[in-house]
């Protein structure tokens, strides 16, 4: 009988063939988007081998895409990235100098 251990990877990211975290979810989706395309086309009457050559060449894209992007920001810098871009660049203060000392601050 095979032997297997308990409690493996507790703590660690899920991970799938080197691709981390949030990283699945946009391979798994954009995947799912690539093939649902292929659908929309074929039914919509588009030649057969315009969708196969679409599709495969979508789904090549996405895959150096989601590894490029896995290798260059890592598990969180992707989130990181995203978050730094809503932040504002600079703090304005339109207080008068002698106010901004003053206790209670706007009176």
Excluded at 36 to 41: A, K, Q, Y
Excluded at 99 to 107: A, D, S, T, V, Y
Aim: net charge positive.
């Amino acid at each position: 009988m095979a032997e297997y251990s308990i409690n493996k990877g507790i703590g660690k990211p899920a991970e799938f063939k080197g691709l981390k975290a949030q990283y699945l979810f946009i391979f798994a989706g954009g995947l799912l988007g690539v093939f649902i395309l292929f659908v929309i086309l074929y039914m919509a009457g588009v030649g057969q081998w315009i969708c196969i050559g679409l599709g495969v060449t979508l789904a090549l894209m996405l895959v150096w895409l989601t590894f490029r992007l896995n290798d260059k920001y890592g598990q969180h810098g992707l989130m990181k990235l995203l978050a730094g871009k809503s932040h504002p660049r600079y703090i304005i203060s339109r207080l008068r100098t002698g106010r901004l000392f003053r206790k209670g601050g706007r009176r």
